[in-house]
């Protein structure tokens, strides 16, 4: 999984807002096979390896439902080591009854999608071999099409669904944007994303060191759709892990000069893209 090492620029950290903290606890260890890493009465810090923070959920006081129509979480992705660990999963969720919205393959990947008890999008997916992804002008081919669920579950035959393996990782992040211009400029011109693919003027896919997404942006909440309320379920913030400092200190930089809204405290840096999500800066 060199596309989420340095020095690519990755996603590596999700922080969602729940309703009831109880409930999500127990959909995503025993359902997804997360192990707890930190507790508390209001946050859970969740991991796959033992050591390190993929996912927390928190309730805050006075939550209200998931918005629609807002800009905000379209799914999280989880990136699995194996095709054959996405088709044990595949047959542990059928083995539970927990319904899909959708199971497709793009020809880089292959992927199932669901959500969590609040409506959180969340998608589970294997890549193909990065050698046959097709290219062309800087461009990766990703389409959609049906995927072939009988092949890959017999791929996962064998041992049962015990958990996320330890070399799970934040895949990606795809999210409601308001403006997809606006968008693609903090972004690239600002965080130093490339654009990789596009579906006409309806969604982009951004990434670095030639993966074929780190990031997804769409507008199909409709363009202008405002944020989520700050107590809604939903997207609190979300990561990227730059190399070192001189690569964070540059993009500090970049983000000053397209005029994006940075805050920078004791050692912490944090953005918010033009549609309000907010991204915390690593190294």
């Known amino acids: 999984m060199d596309f989420h090492r340095k020095p690519t620029i990755f996603v590596n950290q999700v922080v969602l807002k729940v309703s009831d903290l109880k409930r999500s606890l127990a959909f995503y260890e025993k359902l997804i096979g997360f192990k707890i890493l930190e507790q508390s009465e209001r946050k859970v810090v969740l991991t796959a390896d033992g050591r390190t923070p993929l996912l927390s959920i928190e309730q805050p006081d006075d939550v209200i439902q998931k918005q629609l129509r807002t800009t905000g979480l379209y799914h999280f992705a989880l990136l699995l080591p194996t095709r054959a660990d996405l088709g044990k999963i595949l047959y542990h969720f059928i083995q539970n009854g927990y319904p899909l919205q959708g199971a497709s393959d793009h020809y880089v990947s292959e992927a199932l ?22 290219w062309k002008n800087g461009k990766v081919t990703m389409p959609t099409v049906a995927l072939d669920a009988e092949n890959l579950l017999e791929e996962g035959k064998g041992d049962p669904w015990d958990g996320l393996p330890a070399d799970t990782v934040m895949g990606h992040i795809h999210l409601h944007v308001s403006d997809l211009q606006k968008a693609e400029d903090f972004y690239c011109k600002g965080l130093g994303f490339d654009v990789v693919s596009q579906y006409g003027n309806q969604a ?13 942006l769409n507008i199909w909440n409709g363009v202008g759709a405002p944020p989520p309320l700050e107590n809604s379920v939903g997207l609190k913030w979300f990561s990227l892990v730059y190399p070192n400092e001189e690569a964070r200190k540059k993009v500090i930089e970049q983000l000053k000069g397209i005029g994006a809204w940075i805050n920078e405290k004791d050692g912490v840096v944090i953005t918010k893209d033009p549609s309000e999500n907010h991204i915390q800066l690593f190294v």
Not at 113 to 126: C, K, L, S, T, V
Not at 205 to 213: D, E, K, L, Q
């Open 204 to 216: 982009l896919f951004i990434s670095t060191g030639g993966y074929h997404h780190h990031i997804g």
């Open 113 to 134: 999608y669901f959500a969590d008890p609040d409506g959180n999008g969340i998608e589970i997916y294997a890549d193909r071999p990065a050698a046959t992804w097709n």
